[in-house]
């Protein structure tokens, strides 16, 4: 069986690299992008298992990410992540069906927990 | 000199002037009143001699015996007389017209008593006896004629000397008043000036030396007055700093989150695959962390940087920088409140004289006022470009929020005015005003409710040292 594949989008390079790093580790298959628009196209072109979006970003945001995703590609979950502990953000982001949700700093071991959790109830 | 001192001087002086007058006036009627009591003496006597010459011409015409002793009589009724009142007489016509009064009188008085002892009508002894009686009256008749001529002399004098002294006084005093109320005049434009001066936000105080007169002493009062408003205005500059640094608090701790939260996730990796990582990796990870403290220092030292109290200190700088800093200060604010930023800074502008500090704040307090205005998704512009006729830089600060209605637009620079409740100081745009203004600039306000404000800061461009942009 092939890999899943885990995509990460952050404006913050460290934390594509840090994801990136720790979840390869996991033997997923990591893509990371600087901001969202490389990201969605790519996503017309491979399906992703899961995405991990920053909520603010510059141009298209997470919660745009999100909308989209979960419109075009029901399969893939998505995962967000923001450094504004903002409980309207989460309302809206739970109402648009997101997976999970983590404040910065994110605990890494609870966000591979998380992804986990994504890919068992997806193969379910 | 005072001008208290200069009015008291001024009436020393015409009460002096009015004593002298008095005391002259005093003395010359003290005069006159003992020339006529001598005037008055000397009618009696000239009465008396009439009559002596009188019986004199009786006792030629008639060769009445009788006539010499009415005579010889009289001459001793009026000896006595004189010497009743000899010392009037004397201080009236002096001691040597006195003495020759006396010595007629005696000679007439000899003469007759001649005449009389002989008992012969002797001619020669009738023309001595003529001739005594003659200059007798003659000399009494010419003095009282002199005496009534001093008289009247001493009356003119003291009318001409009431006359002169009368306008003299007169015109010192107008002389007087017209000096001081021009000296008081003269303050109180200069007061007026410093008055309006300070109203104007110029807490400089008089410049130079003071008078040393009670104008002085209230230009003394108004300078250490301004010093103090000068310093009530830097520590309301502060205070409103120190109230913006609440709001900027908040987005810088956002700011912080990112460069923490990637610190930590290299130090989890770090810690979870430290045993796979090679020297290189583990290097390369700790300078990833080595570079996010930095980033945090150099949030921190923004934040501590515009919160520190600073003396104003004018530099030539480029606006377009200030208005970056400004910018970057706020940003976490903008992304939280979810308004986007639209920049456009004309790159060349003249480069222009200002505290830093000062002018970031002033930006600091307009964008967060525009924040307030706008509901998320509204858009921030920010521009820089050239003044109109060139003396000038310009920024404008425009949000596209609910604007301010015009019946506010007046009131929004004057302190402690507010249109956000509890929420607002009301110093924020009363204290920008003072600043730009100490720049030499000024701020101006444009807004339509609804659709937007814009706030235009114009600052003088620099022209170098020797223009002297002036001092804050």
């Not at chain 2, 002596?52 to 030629?60: L, P, T, V």
């Not at chain 2, 002894?125 to 200059?135: C, I, P, Q, S, V």
């Not at chain 2, 979870?272 to 962390?289: A, Q, S, T």
């Amino acid at each position: 069986m092939d890999k899943y594949r885990i995509m990460v989008i952050d404006d913050e390079k460290i934390v594509c690299d840090m994801a990136k790093m720790s979840l390869e580790q996991e033997g997923y298959e990591v893509e990371t992008f600087l901001n969202a628009e490389p990201a969605l196209k790519r996503l017309a072109e491979q399906k992703f298992d899961i995405v991990v979006t920053d909520y603010k970003m510059k141009g298209i945001d997470g919660m745009e990410v999100l909308r989209t995703v979960r419109k075009l590609y029901p399969e893939t979950r998505v995962i967000m992540i923001t450094a504004f502990a903002n409980l309207d953000a989460a309302i809206e982001a739970l109402r648009s069906d997101v997976h999970d949700f983590f404040p910065k700093p994110v605990k890494i071991k609870e966000l591979k927990a998380s992804i986990q959790r994504a890919l068992e109830e997806e193969n379910r | 000199m005072k001008i208290e001192n200069n009015i008291i001087l001024s009436n020393v002086f015409n009460i002096a002037l009015i004593l002298l007058v008095g005391f002259f006036a005093l003395q010359n009627l003290n005069v006159m009143l003992t020339k006529l009591r001598f005037v008055e003496i000397a009618d009696d006597l000239n009465a008396s001699f009439l009559e002596m010459r009188i019986s004199e011409k009786n006792y030629f015409l008639y060769g009445d015996e009788a006539a010499l002793f009415e005579i010889r009589d009289k001459i001793n009724n009026t000896m006595e007389s004189i010497e009743a009142v000899k010392n009037d007489i004397s201080r009236a016509i002096g001691e040597g017209n006195l003495e020759k009064l006396r010595d007629y009188l005696k000679r007439y008085s000899i003469a007759v008593e001649e005449m009389r002892r002989s008992g012969t009508r002797d001619i020669q002894m009738e023309t001595m006896l003529r001739a005594a009686g003659r200059k007798l009256r003659e000399f009494s008749e010419e003095t009282t004629r002199l005496e009534k001529r001093k008289v009247n002399e001493i009356i003119a004098n003291s009318k001409k000397v009431l006359f002169y002294s009368f306008w003299a006084i007169v015109a010192m005093a107008i002389v007087v008043s017209h000096f001081i109320s021009q000296k008081i005049l003269r303050s109180l434009r200069e007061i007026e000036k410093l008055a309006k001066s300070i109203s104007q936000g110029n807490f400089s105080g008089v410049r130079g030396a003071v008078p040393a007169d009670e104008f002085g002493t209230v230009m003394n009062a108004i300078n250490t007055m301004s010093e103090e408003l000068k310093t009530r205005e830097e520590e309301l500059i502060q205070s409103k700093k120190l109230a913006s640094l609440g709001v900027l608090t908040a987005g810088v701790a956002h700011e912080l989150t990112n460069p923490l939260n990637n610190i930590s996730m290299i130090a989890q990796n770090f810690v979870e695959y430290h045993d796979f990582l090679n020297r290189e990796n583990r290097i390369e990870l700790m300078k990833k962390v080595e570079g996010e403290a930095e980033r945090i220092q150099e949030i921190v030292r923004n934040l501590l940087d515009f919160s520190k109290p600073k003396e104003a200190n004018l530099r030539e700088a480029d606006i377009n920088d200030t208005v970056q800093k400004s910018l970057a200060l706020m940003q976490n604010t903008l992304d939280i409140s979810n308004i986007e930023t639209s920049l456009s800074l004309r790159p060349g502008l003249p480069h222009v004289f200002i505290d830093d500090h000062q002018i970031q704040q002033v930006l600091v307090n307009l964008i967060l006022n525009a924040v307030h205005a706008m509901s998320p998704g509204g858009t921030l512009y920010l521009s820089t470009e050239a003044g109109e006729n060139g003396d000038t830089v310009r920024i404008d600060v425009r949000d596209t929020g609910k604007g301010i209605p015009p019946e506010f637009i007046s009131h929004i620079f004057d302190p402690f005015f507010t249109t956000k409740g509890v929420g607002g100081t009301g110093l924020g745009l009363s204290v920008s005003y003072g600043i730009v203004k100490n720049h030499g600039g000024y701020v101006k306000v444009e807004s339509t409710v609804g659709s937007g404000t814009t706030f235009t800061i114009e600052l003088p461009v620099y022209r170098g040292k020797e223009a002297g942009n002036g001092q804050i």
